[in-house]
């Protein structure tokens, strides 16, 4: 199997990883499925990167229907070992505003319906993995200091809201999602992160904030196009941020 440094689940406006160069593309069968398209691998500022577009590469599933666990199989049969989630996400609380970077530190899941462990069909081992820190620890201290030695500003911590979609939330399910202490809203973050650990797999997210959550900053309706937009103008470190994470 290859050796690969790092690889990289894209969310909402992030269908591809620039400056991956020398790209293989590998469409990958896993004991669970098939994944959400191919997954990528090349150089990036040369480092072997492997990249997956976890809503498909036209944006065509919805979170609820991502086989998350085949997403995340397909990484690590590819060779992959460490995963960075970018997750594209509302913003609830005063520091996590439109085209602001973050390293979230904690999770609370409001999904429901979604296969969110690998021990689920009948006879398969059950797993209580500790999940208390959701996101590797080590793999987060990483991003923060790749994030450092780009230039590329990075919130350090933040709880995020894991919600159903995919349809945005109400106001009064933001302000509960803000009474439990979330600061961000995705509808992406799991079961991915636990099914990450179920595996063994480094993992950990960082979140691209493209608007506020309803109710919050202006309370400007969401639209797709400001979703868009602020993505892909919070996203221009990212090749670099990415190149440095891979080396170390
Ligand atoms: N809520 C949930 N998911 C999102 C949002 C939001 O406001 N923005 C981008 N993804």
């Not at 520091?95 to 979230?104: K, S």
């Not at 350090?156 to 399910?173: F, H, K, N, S, V």
């Amino acid at each position: 199997m290859q050796q690969i440094a790092l690889a990289v689940i894209g969310g909402t406006g992030v269908y591809n990883l620039a400056q991956l160069d020398d790209v293989q593309t590998h469409d990958v069968e896993t004991r669970f499925g098939t994944p959400s398209g191919p997954i990528r691998v090349g150089t990036l500022l040369g480092h072997r990167v492997a990249f997956l577009a976890r809503h498909g590469e036209g944006h065509s599933l919805p979170p609820h229907k991502i086989n998350y666990r085949a997403n995340l199989a397909a990484l690590q049969q590819v060779g992959a070992q460490r995963v960075l989630a970018l997750n594209t996400v509302g913003g609830i609380t005063d520091a996590f505003g439109p085209r602001v970077l973050a390293c979230p530190e904690q999770i609370i899941d409001y999904t429901w319906g979604r296969i969110s462990t690998l021990c689920e069909e009948p006879g398969s081992d059950v797993l209580h993995v500790d999940f208390g820190h959701p996101y590797t620890p080590m793999l987060r201290s990483k991003i923060l200091a790749a994030a450092k030695v780009t230039g590329v500003t990075v919130h350090d911590g933040g709880c995020y809201g894991a919600t159903q979609g995919p349809r945005l939330e109400t106001i009064a399910e933001i302000a509960r999602l803000r009474r439990d202490g979330c600061d961000l809203v995705g509808m992406t973050g799991m079961p991915e992160a636990a099914l990450a650990r179920e595996l063994g797999l480094d993992y950990a997210c960082l979140a691209i904030i493209a608007n506020w959550a309803a109710g919050c900053g202006d309370g400007e309706e969401i639209t797709m196009a400001e979703v868009l937009a602020n993505v892909q103008a919070a996203s221009n470190g990212l090749p670099e941020l990415v190149g440095e994470l891979a080396r170390g």
